[in-house]
């Protein structure tokens, strides 16, 4: 990692800093007090799509520390959001548990989803977890279809609109702050997770498991950890997803979802938090893209043309991004940092 | 008794179905070592190609079979060509999410070109009608038997007596040695790729002019995984033998356990099921090869 030109770091604390210039503390501040007045002048319509990008977020940084950072390839991951927001659901709707409780129990019961099914990792690697993790989606897709006394099965499940103590989170106003919080927090803490002890062992594991083992660092332990991590990344996602529609359906959750969250790992940059913002926010606009060019060309080409648009945009980009850019979007940002910072005297590789 | 006899042998063509549509999956692996996700998709493609071919283009049974696995032969050298060579020694997660992709593409393609509807052409194919004692085989299904043992049988006659079928067993046994003898390994790769869009193409006319061509023949590609991973993933013989056992047990649970269950619809679950249970208790399957790493 490069450092500004400018900066230096005379003691460890301003080392171990994550924002360690005046620059960047001025980026944070600026973009929460962005955050803070967006909904004043924004419609409903980009409060909306700028509330799925948080979710989607947050759900990236769980798969960003599992796939990413420990290397253990999950095409589940919709799956597990489906658990934990079904979890929550369930617990406001039928038992009346308020939202507030709710959302972590949703939260754990993913994570035990994911210990559950990262056990085969233990074993196997590659395309096999690969197989193993597309299954687990299925498999519990179809549970949850099956509890139909519980999650209502096909019809979907109604919930109460959340409340957090006496402040109703009906409007998009309020929900949008909350998610804002939510995912803010989770960034905060997914980048701390990453350079904890768990964090180093995490990446020893990822970049080469035999070395790792050798070194002392448990595999059973630390791999089920990540799952366990990125797993709760992902039921928080979930009930957050579910709440915020007050309905829970599991066509919330396909599994074409947890392809594209892998996909918005590379086009970011895996392994590293902000390449997991930088993909989920760029496919996400992608995906708006193509939301509102569908219906011009389906009017002018052919009315399927909408539908078969967002799925061949969704797969030639990640293909683009595997063969020319397989770093993702963070490298070329950090690429570009480094240009400007040290023009004119600087030489690139 | 009639009732189990008639499911195993519903099974059993179905299987044979899902064996043929697995070997593509396996000869793309043992070759190039890619681990190729859209296999399903190239089925899906191949139930349309095939409506294509019968019915608006109106020809005899035949001549569309040729025209759909020209239309194969083209799209295999296309995906070989323009994704896969370039991302040759990339990660293994690399190539899967290019695969992951490519089906992506490949579905968004048959939305684009057939709007993702329901097209039947049942009745197009030759019938034979056969019955043992009270068992009635379908006719569809016979065909899918006959079909998929004659194409298992041509590509084990390509692969024992052909120089380029020594070369893909060359390839597949040690990709250094076949370089240092002259072998051009993209050449197999290619053709590799060819044969998997070909045995795709052929499995989606078999099961497209059963139940007619729909988005959900990509399902199919995935029962193919349980298939490969139950027989192991670098055994053509596994393949076949798992593919007939899976086809059997899905017919078996689905006829026997559906009734049981509110929901029903364990026949799409039942493959996942198999493929956990394979990959906690046996991840190299039963007749894989067990990975001895030296270090």
């Known amino acids: 990692m490069s450092l500004r030109t400018g900066t230096f770091q005379e003691s460890y604390a301003k080392d171990m800093a994550i924002f360690n210039s005046r620059l960047k503390w001025g980026i944070v501040v600026a973009f929460i007090i962005y955050l803070l007045v967006c909904p004043l002048f924004s419609s409903d319509r980009i409060l909306t799509i700028l509330t799925i990008m948080g979710i989607t977020v947050i759900s990236v940084h769980g798969l960003n520390i599992l796939t990413g950072y420990c290397g253990q390839i999950s095409i589940g991951h919709a799956g597990f959001m489906a658990v934990g927001g079904y979890t929550s659901a369930v617990l406001c709707a039928k038992l009346g548990v308020p939202f507030w409780a709710a959302l972590p129990c949703g939260a754990l019961a993913a994570g035990i989803a994911g210990l559950i099914f990262g056990l085969p990792s233990l074993k196997i690697k590659g395309f096999y977890l690969i197989m193993a993790t597309i299954a687990a989606h299925f498999i519990i897709i179809w549970t949850i279809i099956q509890l139909r006394g519980i999650t209502g099965g096909p019809d979907g499940l109604s919930l109460p609109r959340p409340v957090i103590g006496s402040i109703a989170l009906s409007s998009k106003t309020n929900y949008f702050y909350l998610v804002m919080i939510v995912t803010c927090l989770a960034t905060l803490l997914a980048k701390n997770i990453v350079r904890t002890r768990a964090g180093r062992a995490f990446i020893a594991i990822r970049d080469n498991e035999l070395a790792a083992e050798v070194m002392g660092v448990s595999l059973w332990s630390y791999k089920l950890q990540a799952f366990f991590i990125g797993c709760v990344y992902a039921g928080v996602a979930g009930s957050l997803l579910i709440h915020y529609f007050s309905f829970a359906s599991t066509d919330q959750f ?8 892998l996909g918005m790992l590379i086009v970011g940059g895996m392994g590293s938090t902000t390449g997991a913002i930088f993909g989920a926010v760029a496919l996400k606009l992608l995906d708006e893209l193509v939301t509102m060019v569908g219906p011009v060309l389906s009017a002018a080409v052919a009315p399927q043309a909408a539908a078969s648009l967002a799925l061949i945009s969704q797969g030639s980009i990640i293909i683009i991004f595997l063969i020319f850019e397989p770093r993702g979007l963070h490298h070329r940002w950090e690429m570009i940092k480094a240009y400007f910072s040290l023009w004119p005297f600087s030489h690139q590789e | 008794m009639t009732f189990f006899l008639q499911l195993i042998v519903t099974g059993l063509a179905q299987g044979m179905v899902y064996a043929l549509i697995a070997i593509g999956f396996v000869i793309i692996l043992k070759c190039s070592e890619v681990f190729n996700i859209a296999q399903g998709h190239f089925v899906l493609i191949g139930g349309y190609l095939g409506y294509t071919f019968l019915v608006p283009f109106g020809l005899p049974i035949w001549p569309a079979i040729g025209m759909a696995i020209a239309t194969a032969i083209i799209m295999g050298l296309l995906i070989e060509r323009l994704i896969l060579r370039p991302l040759l020694g990339e990660p293994v997660l690399a190539v899967i999410m290019a695969t992951i992709a490519l089906s992506t593409i490949l579905g968004g393609l048959a939305t684009l070109l057939w709007g993702a509807e329901y097209k039947a052409y049942h009745g197009l194919l030759p019938t034979i009608n056969l019955t043992i004692g009270e068992i009635s085989i379908p006719s569809e299904s016979l065909i899918g038997l006959i079909v998929s043992i004659v194409c298992v049988a041509i590509l084990m006659l390509l692969f024992r007596y052909t120089k380029i079928g020594l070369a893909m067993r060359a390839t597949a046994e040690d990709l250094q ?12 790769y290619a053709v590799s790729w060819i044969i998997a869009c070909i045995v795709g193409v052929i499995g989606g006319i078999l099961l497209g002019g059963v139940s007619g061509a729909n988005m959900d023949l990509a399902n199919i590609g995935l029962k193919a995984f349980a298939v490969v991973l139950l027989g192991g993933v670098d055994s053509i013989g596994g393949a076949i033998l798992a593919g007939i056992i899976l086809g059997m047990l899905e017919n078996v649970a689905a006829g026997y356990l559906d009734p049981l269950l509110p ?7 039942f493959p996942f099921l198999v493929m ?5 208790f046996r991840p190299h399957g039963l007749f894989g090869l067990v990975g001895i790493k030296r270090i």
């Open chain 2, 276 to 280: 956990i249970i394979v990959l906690i």
């Open chain 2, 263 to 269: 929901g029903g619809g364990l026949a799409q679950v």
């Open chain 2, 177 to 188: 040695v076949v370089q240092s003898v002259g072998i051009r390994a993209t050449t197999v």
């Open chain 1, 254 to 261: 396909p599994f074409m979802d947890s392809v594209w969250y």
